[in-house]
């Protein structure tokens, strides 16, 4: 048992779920007070001395039924789960999944969750087709399994069987099945785990299937349900970031001495000013202006960077956003307060007008209709944040009005979503802006852009321009 | 103390004062009673952290000492204080007696004031000790409880170390408002309550409102998690079902559609931008 854990709790660090010394002691000594056949028991316990974030548990889960997954069924078989005659026709091929698929649902509709289990071992079995030694994850076997057996809107035709029920009810009994067809895919998943392990070994299933966390996943290449799962940090990453910035702002040198305050309060020693008073020290919050590159695979990374940027709002003096493509166009109206994100982006996506000539980013035709329509955008309190990979298609950059934009303002941030060692390569031409930027910045995760939205707000009360990212 | 042999043992008594746990919850309970540890409670609002330390109080038959937390808490506030008033009363009152002697007296116990910290550990009894809202205070403050956390025992200077006379049972509660400091997390047990699946919510709905009706508290049970599916500023907490719920039955609504949801939804969200989401949502169903 020590062996597992040791190697387990090394893949969480591979992860990046920090584990000290004594949390795995503590681990060591909880597995004592747990049965090892209730693998839930094992999970939690396990969990509560070695996670201590929440964002943490699903990467923790993954590793977790890689090390520690089912152990092969004893004397199961397929008939105590679906009619016999369904298991008797099994060299039939599609009439046996028909069968299965019937069984399947009846399942799904009592529910009776072992019999769920029985036929996702079946399943995997007959339609996974699970291949020796080679190296993919999990998911590739499970959407197999998934399309063979024609599973797609599963949970609608469930519903299908209550023709009695409409409207709200219609709608509460979708979630029901969508619930337990995903429980249902859930016990595939774990089947389909469960045969890789026996095949390849813990360690490098755990490689294949690792799960990365939310804070250290590429903006850039994210599929779509690990950004709805991003977004849903932002704000409270922005409420973080605000209590630490306002507890490191009090901790700053104090303001002037308030004559009043102290005079005052040296009534109470007879006179002596033994207790000086300070002013609060004024905090200067800049103006920001951000310039997002919306075109193609750029967009999700400035929408990010609005998102926590309004998320943020109350550190900052003002924030005006603009979107440009090969046109600019200001958005700020767009994300009014209490307007919901997800709706202001799709209206921008319709209403904005960005695209001038072919809907690929030209940084230096955007820049010159920036200054041309917007020339008392930027003061000498303006902050000025450009998101964009710097790929300007070939077309002239035009370094010169960036420079113009950094002599009136008073500083100029560059975030790119690129490994800095593509830039400078191919159409990049990142090198004739950066002359004019005080700062350009590899932002590719969330964790990146956090550490750069801190160094921001906090430079603002420092009177410093170079941010530490 | 009741020791309980099993986390299904933990779970059959918590449910006898009316709270209701998941496996998860019974788990780590029982296992930090086994390591001695404290436990670190985290979730949203209004999902029954609190209530947790208060059920695990009634359960183990122990006192429950709360010490809730807000910025600025301090040493004074938290631990201990000296009674300076009656310190100087003392001084005053015997101006000829010997430095030494007085020294020894106004730093004795008839002069110390015992903060929840200090009270937890001096109890000769075993206590519960609720650290609520810890995420408060700022992290400085934070070093103050890992002396106590840690080897249950604290300093204070006049008296030497105090250690505790019986192991308090410590849970701390977390609303995540900011990270807590890595020193702090080590300690702990970390437990993670999130909101309540259908089930779960549905059964604390027939404990907490008893009159409620079976068929009933399944609807809102549903209604409730439907509505934290959709993308909102607050989903509706446990809390806010259980109030959802009186006012049904307030109401005199035996079952939920459509129409009702919509017109008492501002019980469930306290957002308006969240209550028209919902509605738009609901009509389109």
């Known amino acids: 048992m020590i062996s597992i854990l040791t190697s387990f709790i090394s893949e969480l660090r591979q992860v990046g779920i920090p584990v000290s010394m004594v949390e795995a002691i503590d681990a060591a000594r909880a597995v004592e007070h747990v049965s090892l056949e209730d693998r839930d028991a094992l999970r939690y316990s396990l969990a509560a001395c070695l996670v201590k974030n929440a964002h943490h548990l699903d990467a923790f889960d993954a590793a977790f039924d890689v090390f520690f997954s089912l152990q092969p069924p004893v004397g199961e078989s397929l008939e105590e789960a679906i009619p016999v005659a369904a298991a008797t026709s099994s060299e039939t091929g599609g009439a046996d999944l028909h069968e299965i698929m019937a069984g399947l649902m009846d399942a799904l509709t009592q529910p009776d969750y072992d019999s769920m289990r029985v036929i996702a071992r079946r399943l995997v079995g007959l339609l996974a087709g699970i291949q020796p030694g080679r190296p993919v994850g999990g998911r590739y076997y499970l959407y197999r399994v998934l399309g063979r057996l024609g599973a797609e809107g599963l949970a609608d035709r469930l519903v299908a069987q209550h023709p009695e029920a409409v409207g709200l009810d219609q709608t509460l009994l979708g979630d029901e099945y969508r619930n337990r067809v995903g429980d249902f895919e859930l016990m595939l998943q774990d089947e389909i785990r469960r045969r890789l392990v026996e095949d390849r070994g813990k360690e490098a299933v755990a490689r294949t299937t690792r799960s990365q966390l939310l804070e250290d996943i590429d903006l850039a290449r994210a599929p779509r349900a690990e950004i709805a799962r991003m977004e849903q940090v932002i704000q409270p990453l922005a409420r973080k970031l605000a209590a630490r910035l306002a507890h490191r702002r009090r901790h700053l040198r104090k303001g002037r001495l308030d004559i009043r305050r102290t005079v005052r309060r040296s009534l109470s020693t007879g006179g002596l000013l033994a207790d000086p008073q300070f002013r609060a020290p004024r905090i200067s919050k800049p103006d920001i202006v951000l310039l997002c590159d919306i075109s193609g695979s750029v967009a999700t990374f400035g929408y990010f960077t609005m998102q926590l940027m309004y998320a943020m709002s109350t550190q900052f003096s003002r924030v005006r956003a603009f979107a440009f493509v090969d046109g600019v166009e200001e958005v700020t109206g767009f994300f009014t307060p209490g307007v919901d994100f997800h709706d202001a982006i799709v209206r921008l996506g319709r209403e904005a007008d960005v695209v001038h000539f072919d809907g690929h980013s030209d940084y230096g035709n955007a820049l010159e209709q920036f200054l041309e329509r917007y020339p008392a955008a930027i003061t000498p309190r303006t902050t000025v944040i450009v998101t964009g990979d710097g790929r300007s298609n070939y077309r002239p950059a035009r370094g010169e009005l960036l420079a113009e934009m950094s002599r009136a303002a008073r500083a100029v941030y560059w975030l790119n979503p690129e490994p800095r060692r593509f830039w400078n390569t191919g159409d990049s031409v990142m090198g004739e802006f950066a002359p004019s930027c005080n700062g350009t910045h590899e932002v590719r995760t969330l964790r990146q852009l956090e550490s750069f939205v801190e160094g921001l707000a906090l430079a603002a009360t420092t009177h410093r321009t170079a941010i530490k990212v | ?285």
């Open chain 2, 1 to 285: 103390m009741n020791e309980f042999a099993s986390p299904v043992e933990v779970a059959e008594a918590l449910k006898r004062v009316h709270y209701l746990p998941n496996d998860r919850i019974s788990q780590v309970v029982y296992l930090a009673e086994r390591l001695d540890k404290p436990v670190l409670v985290e979730g949203p609002a209004g999902v029954g952290k609190t209530e947790l330390a208060k059920a695990l109080a009634e359960i183990y038959g122990r006192r429950l000492i709360r010490l809730q937390c807000y910025e600025g808490l301090d040493e004074s506030k938290a631990l201990y204080e000296w009674n300076y008033r009656k310190q100087l009363l003392r001084l005053q009152s015997d101006e000829a007696a010997d430095w030494s002697t007085i020294e020894d007296d106004i730093f004795g116990e008839s002069f110390l004031l015992e903060r929840p910290l200090l009270e937890a550990l001096r109890s000769a009894k075993p206590v519960v000790l609720l650290i609520d809202e810890v995420d408060r205070v700022e992290i400085e403050t934070e070093a103050l409880l890992l002396e106590v956390l840690a080897d249950f025992q604290a300093s204070i200077p006049e008296l030497g170390t105090v250690r505790a006379v019986s192991h308090p049972l410590v849970i701390l509660t977390s609303n995540n408002t900011r990270d807590l400091s890595d020193a702090l997390k080590r300690r702990c047990l970390f437990l993670h309550i999130g909101y309540p699946d259908v089930d779960r919510e549905r059964e604390i709905l027939l404990t907490r409102v008893p009159e409620l009706p079976q068929q009933l508290a399944q609807q809102v049970a549903g209604v409730v998690r439907h509505i934290r599916g959709l993308a909102l500023r607050k989903a509706p907490s446990v809390s806010e079902s259980i109030d959802w719920a009186r006012t049904l039955l307030a109401l005199g609504i035996d079952e939920v559609n459509e129409g009702v949801t919509t017109d008492t939804l501002h019980v469930l969200l306290k957002y308006q931008t969240d209550i028209d989401k919902a509605a738009v949502d609901l009509a389109g169903s």
